[in-house]
């Protein structure tokens, strides 16, 4: 099976030939597989967000390639736009982009952009919405800034997947919700990366949500992949973690701590 997604010696310069040159992503590279979620982690200023912009050309690489289904994504600059309905990306704190005057028009925005049919447009907009666990019939005609914090990130995040992206990027889509809705976030992801079966990709600082919720995560320092594993082989490398000042998760934290008071306990 090909991977859907590749970054080659990816590479990317700050302010290049200045005395403030640095790399916020130094020769990275990785395969991503369809049906794969990925959770990737690091410190703010680590090169996450830098790393995630490439991947739907919002950035240009200073050296290496962004691969999807085999193809350079710049190979022809004017097709760019393409890519970006292709590998979908939710910033932090989607909601404020919401500019519509109803929730049904803010989220089929992206699908009459692809120049869809409105038969298609609506059937599009009612699936999303139905999927980010919202009632189409109740909210599509409501003001999205009527709605709850937790309720706006929804619509946000419906409004990408209604344009049928392969790849959907979500970056820290829980900062600055409460507990309840964080955990009613994470569980709306889950059940959307379920339903698509595309690749799904988690930009968290929180270390027991990617542990929880990724088949695969990158721990990212200063511009390098430091570790890339199954979340057994990341939070088993605890030394390696604590070196780059990153929390374990809870339960590894207290494992741990029992191994070092002579527990035995299985990895």
């Not at 996450?48 to 390639?65: A, C, E, M, V, Y």
């Not at 604590?242 to 029992?258: A, M, Y």
């Amino acid at each position: 099976m090909e991977p859907i997604l590749q970054i080659e010696h990816l590479t990317h310069t700050y302010s290049a030939g200045t005395p403030f040159q640095r790399s916020a992503v130094d020769d990275m590279n990785l395969s991503m597989m369809d049906g794969e979620f990925l959770g990737i982690i690091g410190h703010t200023g680590s090169g996450k967000s830098t790393l995630i912009q490439h991947l739907n050309g919002l950035l240009k690489p200073t050296s290496g390639r962004i691969l999807l289904q085999g193809r350079d994504i710049w190979a022809d600059p004017k097709k760019i736009r393409d890519v970006r309905f292709q590998v979908g990306l939710v910033f932090q704190y989607p909601e404020y982009q919401l500019f519509e005057e109803t929730v049904a028009k803010d989220v089929a925005f992206g699908p009459k952009n692809l120049g869809l049919s409105q038969e298609e447009i609506d059937s599009r907009v009612k699936e999303a919405v139905t999927m980010v666990g919202l009632d189409y019939d109740q909210i599509k005609d409501r003001s999205p800034f009527e709605l709850s914090g937790g309720q706006k990130r929804r619509v946000a995040i419906a409004g990408v997947i209604a344009m049928g992206p392969e790849v959907l990027i979500l970056d820290e889509p829980t900062a600055g919700l409460d507990p309840k809705a964080h955990k009613d976030i994470l569980s709306m992801i889950e059940e959307v990366h379920r339903l698509t079966g595309n690749i799904t990709i988690l930009v968290s600082h929180n270390m027991a949500d990617v542990a929880r919720l990724s088949d695969k995560i990158l721990v990212i320092d200063s511009g390098h992949l430091v570790v890339c594993g199954t979340p057994k082989e990341v939070f088993s490398q605890t030394e390696e973690l604590e070196k780059v000042g990153l929390d374990l998760p809870p339960i590894t934290r207290l494992t741990e701590e029992l191994r070092k008071r002579g527990m035995k306990i299985e990895p």
